[in-house]
């Protein structure tokens, strides 16, 4: 009887996790995708809670009071923290299957029948995954986060990557080792280094990567922590681990292929490119002038405008300046302006990062445009407002071959009759390159911060000076 409840329930959880993944497809519905994944994981604990054998109920109510403790100050965290926090989820997520790893070796040492080659290979690549997923986390929540004693940009050093696999090299030939003779006297000493290297190993594969690649980084974390899950899966004989766990780590992987293909990237220039590195710029001679604007004068060139394009990034999210976006998007269209955001896939530091943030201002999903959608009616847009965007606009994407951003798909702002760009300073983004946009004849700036600055032009439009 409790067999066949723990056999509903598992694919009950497996559906509701598959609806889950789902619903985030969409913004309207990724809150239906959140409370789907919150009752698949309700219904996975209390199946395997209700399972017999289970004695010490007391501990299992500790682990869910820790697991509250942590988890809910996680959420409370501020949006821009966000990429962190889910670096820290994958991390107690690598973490508990290391150890649960860890665990079943010690308990079958006392059953040695329990090690047959399939099991022992599945226990051996949990445990490398689970425990390089655990320090390769927290590395990467720890630059995200800006900790003084991490560093921000990529570490490099001559041989790093021979260093690296080497470390990953002799934790799987210690693996191989084990698999063979699970049993031999040496194997308990063999285990613990195994998972040491692999400790070792999560710090080395992030020390090389820079701060702003971590999203990526994150991503892929999540894949390994998927994988290290579909081995535990295998190791404790449990079907929902297996798909809960493929799930995870397809899922990661997806998302991790669709950032680097719109930021043009491999997987191994993220891993081993040291993005981010302090690069020596060629003096060129020629002094590019930057044009300012007052806040008056772009203020009447947007309101002179018949279409605003918008383009958010980084600087948006990082001066929280969306809801007054959202007041300046009333004020214009209440003056008949057509107003599109324009969405690149990798504008912020996260997926989805500009459309989360607008959600929160409540600006209508009808008003946001993908790239490819916006980019043919940029030569018609009458005002490209860029606001905290930089690489995503950078027109060297598409002919600078030496370029970091080569070929990355950009929005064609600088097509539009009239550019505003607002930043603080002549500082260039994520990549470190300058951008020629800020340059090119039709543009001009509005240095400040974005909430600043947009905030003054709201302020125009209200005072009524303008019609
Ligand atoms: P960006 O290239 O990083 O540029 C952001 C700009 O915002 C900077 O030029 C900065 O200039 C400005 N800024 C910062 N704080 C500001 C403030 N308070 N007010 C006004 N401006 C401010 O950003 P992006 O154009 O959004 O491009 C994103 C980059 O991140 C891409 O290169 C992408 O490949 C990378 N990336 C994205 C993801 C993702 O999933 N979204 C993941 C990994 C990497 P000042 O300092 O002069 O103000």
């Known amino acids: ?95 508990a299957a290391g150890l649960v790893g860890v665990a079943e070796y010690y308990l079958w040492l006392r059953e040695p029948a329990q090690f047959t080659p399939f099991r022992t290979a599945a226990l051996v690549v949990e445990v490398i995954l689970g425990f390089l997923t655990f320090t390769g986390s927290l590395m990467a929540a720890g630059k995200l986060q800006e900790i003084k004693w991490i560093p921000q940009r990529p570490v490099t050093y001559p041989g790093q990557n021979f260093v690296n696999l080497g470390v990953l090299g002799a934790a799987g030939v210690l693996g191989v080792l084990l698999v063979l003779h699970p049993t031999a006297p040496s194997a308990p000493t063999i285990f613990p280094i195994i998972a040491g290297l692999a400790l070792l190993f999560g710090v080395f594969l992030i020390i090389p990567i820079g701060g702003a690649d971590m999203p990526t980084v994150i991503s892929i974390l999540n894949s390994y922590a998927g994988l290290s899950a579909v081995a535990m899966g295998f190791v404790l004989n449990s079907s929902l681990l297996v798909v809960a766990g493929a799930l995870d780590g397809s899922s990661g992987l997806i998302l991790s292929i669709i950032m680097c293909r719109a930021m043009n990237r491999s997987f191994a220039n993220v891993l081993f490119g040291a993005f981010g590195t302090v690069q020596k710029v060629a003096a060129t001679g020629e002094q590019k002038v930057w044009k300012q604007e007052t806040v008056e004068g772009a203020a009447q060139l947007l309101e002179q405008a018949r279409l605003v394009v918008i383009i958010p990034g980084y600087g948006m999210a990082v001066a929280q300046a969306q809801h007054k976006v959202r007041e300046l998007y009333d004020a214009l269209t209440k003056r008949d302006i057509t107003v599109k955001f324009a969405i690149h896939p990798v504008a912020g530091r996260m997926p989805g990062h500009m459309n989360v943030l607008l959600a929160e201002a409540n600006i209508p999903y009808t008003a946001l445009a993908e790239m490819d959608e916006v980019n043919p009616e940029m030569p018609q847009c009458d005002v490209a407002l860029v606001i ?12 600078a071959k030496g370029s970091p951003i080569y070929g990355m798909p950009i929005i064609d702002a600088d097509k539009a009759k009239t550019v505003l760009a607002i930043k603080r300073s002549k500082n260039p983004g994520f990549a470190g390159i300058d951008n020629e946009l800020y340059v090119q004849d039709n543009t001009w700036m509005l240095f400040g911060d974005a909430k600043t600055v947009i905030g003054d032009l709201v302020k125009q439009f209200a005072a009524g000076g303008l019609h």
């Open 1 to 95: 009887m409790t067999q066949a409840i723990a056999q509903l329930a598992a694919i009950l959880t497996a559906a509701l996790f598959i609806f889950a993944l789902n619903y985030m497809n969409d913004p309207k519905t990724a809150r239906h995708g959140v409370t789907a994944g919150v009752l698949g994981m309700a219904v996975a604990i209390l199946a395997t809670w209700a399972q017999p054998g289970i004695v010490h109920h007391v501990w299992i109510l500790g682990a869910i009071a820790a697991g509250f403790l942590v988890g809910v100050p996680l959420s409370l965290v501020p949006l821009t923290a966000v990429p962190q926090r889910t670096a820290l989820s994958h991390a107690f997520g690598g973490l």
């Open 388 to 399: 905290g965007a930089n690489d995503v606009v950078n027109p060297a994407a598409r002919y």
